[in-house]
Nanobody
Framework: QVHLVESGGGLVQAGGSLRLSCAAS????????MGWYRQAPGKERQFVAA????????YYVDSVKGRFTISRDIVKNTVYLQMNSLNPEDTAIYYC?????????????????WGRGSQVTVSS
């Protein structure tokens, strides 16, 4: 089992920045690929960013490329999502995810491990 807890969400004005953190506990953190997903009201959960187990590869949805950065600290068992130049379309609940089977960019609610989410609201 992997237990994930997100933090760092909140309310920010358009153009502002937030950093989300996801603290992991349980099974060996370094063996899992980690990712962030988001779900806006009335929409399906969407992949946002991912980082592989070694931290050597990162992946982003096109809409956040150049604005968001995912990173991980293996010593602290934590993954981060730095979000810059936020706009109202980024408003959503952001979920941390962990996957050990190579499918971090295409997870479903039934696969891998999920945190409970952190609300990010961007005002115009």
């Amino acid at each position: 089992q992997v237990h994930l807890v997100e933090s760092g969400g909140g309310l920010v004005q358009a153009g502002g920045s937030l950093r989300l953190s996801c603290a992991a506990s349980g099974r060996t953190f370094s063996s899992f690929d980690m990712g962030w997903y988001r779900q806006a009201p009335g929409k399906e959960r969407q992949f946002v960013a991912a980082i592989n187990w070694s931290g050597g590869n990162t992946y982003y949805v096109d809409s956040v490329k150049g604005r968001f950065t995912i990173s991980r600290d293996i010593v602290k068992n934590t993954v981060y999502l730095q979000m810059n130049s936020l706009n109202p379309e980024d408003t959503a609940i952001y979920y941390c995810a962990a996957d050990g089977l190579g499918g971090i960019t295409g997870m479903t609610a039934e696969s891998g491990y999920w945190g409970r989410g952190s609300q990010v609201t961007v005002s115009s």
